[in-house]
């Protein structure tokens, strides 16, 4: 790896705190049928989200903004910053997501101190998903979240399809560290031969991305503001967590989201059901 990488890694903070397995996690696979949704061609074979044209009919601008992770470790604030950023590119609205907000959002939920950097010791995904639905960010809600297998891709290309892509949490090896394809994209996978001794997942730290792709081949995100993409066995290696979380506002003014889901209608059909 050339000077250069390694010196662009030391403005890459992470932050996210390791994930623990709890059965009361609300579970993807238990309320969609992936197979008769993708069978059904209402989901492309590879989602991207940074492909979707807005109301407009272009493509959303694309976002390089780090969000304050090139600062502090509030990555696990910043994956739904951009998440929120594309949602509000798709349905015409404006969030206000900044770097400034995105490290206010982490001083709420952790206690850390952006005058003085302490207390910067990250967060975990579960804990920001329930702050999401239950305070909101960036002028946001989510009506629901549930966890989504990582290894099962039909699954992870649904929920992605649901709710305008997933928060993933990874633990990055420091062999991702300057991995990149011939576009100068970071692109992570699993070193040929397995990852060397003290190289492997989670050596560089626990890591926050909201992943706007989804394939059979290849998954995408945007990780410091920047395009980050990883294969599946590298996914089936690192990324312990995935989850998809349903916005308030990823409906447009006729029920439906952007990509056709009948989300008010689903919302109606719950309320009528439990009266």
């Not at 890459?12 to 069978?39: C, E, N, T």
């Not at 949602?87 to 939920?109: C, K, P, Q």
């Not at 990780?223 to 998809?244: I, K, M, R």
């Not at 439906?256 to 009266?275: E, K, T």
Request: proline residues 7%; hydrophobic residues 40%.
């Amino acid at each position: 790896m050339d000077t250069s990488a390694q010196d662009r890694d030391l403005d890459r903070k992470l932050g996210r705190m390791p994930f623990v397995r709890d059965s009361r996690d609300v579970m993807m696979a238990k309320y969609v049928d992936s197979h008769r949704i993708l069978d059904s061609a209402a989901i492309p074979g590879a989602l991207s989200w940074e492909a979707w044209p807005g109301p407009n009919g272009r493509l959303p601008a694309r976002d390089t903004d780090a969000l304050g992770n090139n600062i502090a470790g509030n990555c696990v604030l910043v994956g739904p910053g951009h998440m929120v950023r594309m949602v509000g590119a798709l349905t015409g609205r404006s969030f206000n997501v900044t770097a400034d907000t995105a490290i206010a959002e982490y001083t709420a939920l952790t206690g850390y101190n952006p005058a003085t950097g302490e207390d910067d010791n990250g967060a975990t995904i579960r804990t920001m998903l329930k702050r999401w639905k239950s305070v909101g960010l960036y002028g946001t809600k989510i009506k629901a979240f549930a966890r989504v297998n990582p290894n099962n891709i039909d699954e992870v290309i649904a929920a992605s399809w649901l709710g305008c892509g997933l928060i993933g949490g990874f633990e990055l090896p420091i062999s991702a560290q300057g991995q990149m394809d011939a576009k100068g994209r970071q692109l992570w996978s699993v070193p040929s031969g397995g990852f060397p001794p003290a190289k492997g997942p989670g050596t560089w730290g626990g890591h926050c991305i909201w992943v706007h792709t989804a394939s059979p081949k290849l998954f995408g995100g945007n990780s410091w503001g920047e395009p980050t993409f990883w294969d599946f066995p590298w996914q089936q290696e690192c990324c312990p967590e995935l989850w998809v979380g349903i916005l308030e506002e990823w409906a447009l003014r006729n029920g439906r989201c952007p990509n056709g889901f009948a989300y008010q209608d689903l919302l109606a059909d719950v309320l009528a059901r439990s009266a």
